[in-house]
């Protein structure tokens, strides 16, 4: 299986103030990224619970955005050698660290839905 490479706008983080900011939003942005990161903060899942969770995802897109969030840290993939195969995801200690962000993401969401 290939692996992810992530893509980073900077090689350094020293570029001004906003870099911080710069380097999160790269590793949790994704059109399905925060989904899968709030789905995991509560439970490991499989793939297929996973994707019925997200909704609207494609097989091709959740496994590219598990992909790209395995190569950044967050998500830890386990595979089980039994037939089928099973594979779960759960959150690493950097993903769990989201927690709260994300919790800060669902109350301004909440508050100040899109009209």
Not at 39 to 58: I, Y
Not at 65 to 80: C, N, P, S, T, W
Request: net charge positive; hydrophobic share 35%; charged share 25%.
């Amino acid at each position: 299986m290939d692996t992810v490479k992530p893509v980073k706008r900077f090689e350094n983080s020293n570029c001004n103030g906003g870099c911080p900011v710069e380097n999160a939003l790269e590793q949790i942005a994704g059109k399905w990224k925060g989904l899968v990161i709030y789905h995991l903060l509560s439970e490991t899942l499989r793939f297929n619970e996973l994707s019925r969770r997200v909704g609207s995802v494609t097989q091709r897109s959740l496994t590219k955005q598990l992909r790209e969030l395995e190569a950044d840290g967050i998500v830890a993939r386990k595979v089980y050698a039994v037939v089928p195969p099973r594979v779960e995801y759960s959150l690493t200690k950097k993903g769990t660290a989201l927690g709260p962000v994300v919790s800060a993401l669902h109350a301004w969401g909440s508050a100040y839905p899109r009209v």
